[in-house]
């Protein structure tokens, strides 16, 4: 029987896998288990689908945690990294919320409004 090998476009050279990031590898490595999977499939080697599916459902958690890792501002950001997220975050805001957020904005330029008392 035919078994199913990884493609070149998953599968990472040495130096690929030292200069990625951990979402990029994460990624590379659940296609790898997949298609190792699929593999193991055609060829009938029950047992090595089993492994394999619990190795790419453990790597594809760890992806996920990796990726809101990613996402989720820290100390060590850079302020065009944080500006980045707020900016994503601020695009995907309904309009109601939108206001809110250019009302603090204006608050912060321009100062606290004052209410003349008659």
Do not use: F, H
């Not at 288990?33 to 090595?48: H, I, K, P, T």
């Not at 890792?69 to 975050?89: F, R």
């Not at 995907?92 to 939108?98: A, E, I, V």
């Amino acid at each position: 029987m035919r078994t199913r090998s990884a493609t070149k476009s998953t599968i990472l050279s040495p130096k690929d896998a030292t200069t990625c990031t951990t979402v990029e590898y994460l990624c590379a490595a659940v296609e790898q288990l997949e298609e190792a999977v699929n593999g193991a499939s055609d060829s009938r080697s029950w047992q090595a689908v089993g492994s394999l599916k619990l190795r790419a459902l453990q790597a594809r958690e760890a992806l996920d945690i990796a990726r809101a890792k990613e996402s989720a501002p820290d100390e060590g950001m850079s302020d065009v990294q944080l500006v980045g997220i707020i900016t994503q975050a601020i695009a995907q805001l309904p309009p109601s919320l939108l206001d809110q957020v250019e009302d603090a904005v204006d608050m912060k330029r321009r100062g606290p409004r004052l209410v003349q008392v008659s």
